[in-house]
């Protein structure tokens, strides 16, 4: 069981601090108050200790960001740090908001920067795209190394990386083949391809679901739910697909590895759906808790963590949900 890692609740000035949390890079953390953040340190008083100066390098890099992100403000060179903090840390998407405001605040120091620098940008983010889908290719997950791939190719076409990821790709995409050529040779049959295809894109928007879902516990807070926003829009194209198929084909082989995937595919996706259900009842945003609650029991009527969800979403629902973690592993 991984240490609770529970959203960091963030302060806008030292004038009213709340409580907060300290999130270490091991998944442990302590309660207590932030004073004050550099580029490179976090200064937090501990629930009844004294304060105590703790560097960035021990903290989970997305707590270390959020507490920064607040703090830094109209300082064009701290949002430049920081976004090359968020860059170093494979925060991309952090990385890009943070040039942005560093961009607004001085255009024309943006601009020098991109200059020196924008290629040696680009070539960073190309080989990390590529390091994660050659992992994804030799862990056989090919259907995620396929979508690095491509991303990288449509994103970074000119970069060093893109020649090595056009041979990868070539290759995770004769894997790929293969692995489809073998499936038709051992039912001994010639089946319907359209349908076929449909039973082989379920097995890789499955899997590539899974891959995102276990990128979620890396995760807190919004980003958490983003990402399994993502799973589970995954899941839900291998459930139509897998539906639509069961509903046409008469081939009973063909069927009979559906039905198993089928129920996989829905167990996976009410899992996403009951987790954001709870993040939203946490913050009290009852409707989007029910929506998302009902979006787990179309799929699943017996769903009663999601059943949980509405009854407590409602304006006479209990209280007690606040006295446990809004978390909920599947």
């Not at 890079?25 to 703790?54: E, L, N, R, W």
């Not at 499955?206 to 399994?228: M, Y």
Request: aromatic share 6%; charged share 30%; with cysteine.
């Amino acid at each position: 069981m991984r240490a609770r890692l529970l959203p960091v609740l963030l302060v806008l000035s030292s004038a009213a601090l709340a409580d907060d949390e300290l999130c270490f890079s091991d998944g442990t953390f302590i309660d207590g108050k932030v004073v004050s953040t550099t580029a490179d340190s976090v200064t937090f008083q501990p629930d009844g200790g004294a304060a105590m100066t703790v560097a960035a390098s021990k903290l989970d890099p997305r707590c270390f960001y959020n507490l920064r992100n607040h703090a830094v403000g109209d300082d064009a060179n701290g949002r430049l740090a920081l976004a090359q903090y968020a860059f170093d840390h494979k925060m991309y998407r952090q990385a890009r908001v943070q040039f942005r405001r560093f961009r607004k605040i001085d255009p024309a120091a943006a601009d020098t920067f991109i200059q020196a620098h924008g290629s040696e940008i680009h070539e960073g983010i190309a080989q990390c795209i590529l390091d994660d889908a050659k992992a994804d290719a030799q862990n056989g997950n090919l259907p995620a190394a396929r979508e690095y791939c491509t991303s990288l190719l449509a994103l970074y076409p000119d970069t060093k990386a893109a020649e090595e990821t056009k041979t990868l790709l070539e290759s995770v995409q004769g894997k790929i083949d293969a692995q489809r050529a073998k499936y038709q040779a051992e039912r001994g049959q010639r089946l319907d391809t359209e349908r076929q295809d449909k039973l082989l894109q379920a097995e890789e928007d499955l899997k590539w679901g899974d891959t995102i879902r276990n990128r979620a516990l890396e995760k807190t807070g919004t980003e958490e739910k983003d990402t399994l926003d993502e799973a589970a829009h995954k899941y839900k194209l291998a459930i139509n697909r897998l539906e639509e198929m069961l509903k046409t084909s008469t081939d009973d082989k063909l069927k009979a590895e559906a039905q198993p995937l089928l129920k996989t595919a829905k167990e996976s996706a009410v899992n996403c759906y009951v987790n954001n259900a709870q993040y939203y009842l946490s913050r009290g945003d009852y409707p989007r808790a029910k929506a998302e609650a009902r979006n787990a029991l179309a799929l699943d009527p017996n769903a009663t963590a999601a059943t949980t969800v509405i009854d407590e979403a409602n304006p006479d629902g209990g209280g007690g949900y606040w006295a446990r973690p809004w978390r909920r592993r599947g």
